[in-house]
């Protein structure tokens, strides 16, 4: 059964900071996996879909790398501003199923 | 930019009484879900949908749980008689192809059940 965790659980840092997310899964023959964005009380904003073939994906300060081997993918945030705080979700895609299985969450503050 | 929506935003209900969250998928989109998210805890896969049946179900996904395209656009969520531990953020999602792409989510609906 695939688990999926994210490390740390909350981070705080000053503005300006580069930082890094993590997400690790249990099983590696997941199909891809995607980040989302979670703001208090608000739905799941997409941020990037890396899939299984592919290493990592960039979007603007933003870059996700995957690691299928050791189960593990990485969000790099570049430059924090406040307007980054929010949760972190990673979700993991297995083949032959439709649902996608998240991690807990790294609750992140970025204060001034 | 296209986008799901959820009507209502937030819903409160009386134990036992049915209610249906409703959403509007990305219109070019063939596939739907639905999820939970429980206070606190993770976000769950409920049940996907697409061409009119449903093509997965989570063991959340019971009896009491219905799924409907009642027209062209609306994907709706029935919960029957509704348990206090149903109360939770409940999320439409849509997808254009089957499990390659993106899942786009909705803003949810934070069902509260008394």
């Known amino acids: 059964k695939q688990e999926v965790t994210q490390i740390p659980a909350a981070l705080s840092v000053p503005e300006g900071e580069n930082l890094v997310l993590n997400c690790s899964f249990t099983d590696s023959a997941i199909y891809n996996l995607q980040w989302f964005r979670q703001d208090p009380g608000k739905g799941l904003t997409s941020l990037l879909l890396?899939?299984?073939?592919?290493r990592e994906q960039t979007s603007g300060r933003l870059n996700a790398s995957l690691d299928k081997s050791s189960g593990r993918s990485t969000l790099y945030i570049a430059a924090s501003q406040p307007g980054d705080s929010a949760t972190y979700l990673c979700?993991?895609?297995?083949?032959?199923?439709?649902?996608?299985?998240f991690g807990t969450g790294t609750r992140l503050q970025v204060f001034p | 930019e296209p986008e799901v929506t959820q009507t209502p935003s937030h819903q409160v209900t009386q134990m036992g009484q049915e209610v249906i969250l409703r959403c509007v998928p990305i219109?070019?989109?063939?596939?739907f879900y639905w999820y939970r998210q429980i206070l606190g805890q993770k976000v769950e896969f409920l049940v996907s949908?697409?061409?009119?049946?449903?093509?997965?179900k989570s063991e959340i996904f019971d009896d009491q749980f219905s799924v409907e395209r009642p027209d062209g656009s609306n994907f709706t969520l029935k919960i029957r008689s509704t348990k206090l531990e149903d109360s939770a953020m409940y999320f439409c999602?849509?997808?254009?192809?089957?499990?390659?792409?993106?899942?786009?989510f909705g803003p949810g609906t934070r069902l509260l059940v008394l």
């Open positions: 979700a993991v895609k297995s083949y032959n199923t439709d649902k996608l299985i």
């Open positions: 219109s070019n989109h063939l596939y």
């Open positions: 890396i899939q299984s073939s592919q």
């Open positions: 999602a849509s997808s254009e192809i089957r499990g390659q792409e993106t899942q786009y």
């Open positions: 949908f697409y061409n009119n049946e449903i093509s997965e």
